[in-house]
């Protein structure tokens, strides 16, 4: 045997040792992607009943969302209807006010004139007398 062909048996012998060792890495890595595709699985088993839950959840705070915009747009009328009932009591009260505090001013003028004639007449009487 020639230091050639000892080289070619060496090179054919490391490349034997080199494919063995390539199958045992693959070999092990087909085993963890087997494994991995287990636990994908059994994590997709676990999900999905919640992945149901929150669209169901998700579901159920949309409609009660719906119902709160529906009921705030109610609140909003109900705001607007009192603030115009509001508006239209000050506008008749200022209007009472003013068709009446001319009237209940001169009646109280009157009154108190009426009061002091008579307080007046009631001292001149006291003094003839």
Request: aromatic residues 2%; glycine residues 8%; charged residues 25%.
């Amino acid at each position: 045997m020639t230091a050639g062909e000892l080289a070619v048996v060496l090179a054919a012998l490391l490349c034997c040792i080199g494919f063995a060792a390539l199958v045992v890495v693959l070999m092990r890595v087909l085993d963890s992607l087997k494994a991995l595709r287990g636990e994908v699985e059994s994590l997709r088993c676990e999900t999905r009943p919640l992945l149901r839950e929150l669209s169901s959840s998700t579901a159920d705070a949309k409609a009660a969302m719906e119902e709160a915009r529906h009921d705030l747009d109610r609140f909003d009328r109900v705001l607007g209807s009192a603030e115009a009932i509001s508006g239209a009591v000050a506008g008749g009260s200022r209007i009472a006010r003013a068709a009446l505090s001319a009237p209940v001013i001169k009646t109280v003028a009157i009154g108190t004139g009426t009061r002091r004639a008579v307080r007046r007449l009631g001292r001149k009487e006291k003094k003839i007398a």
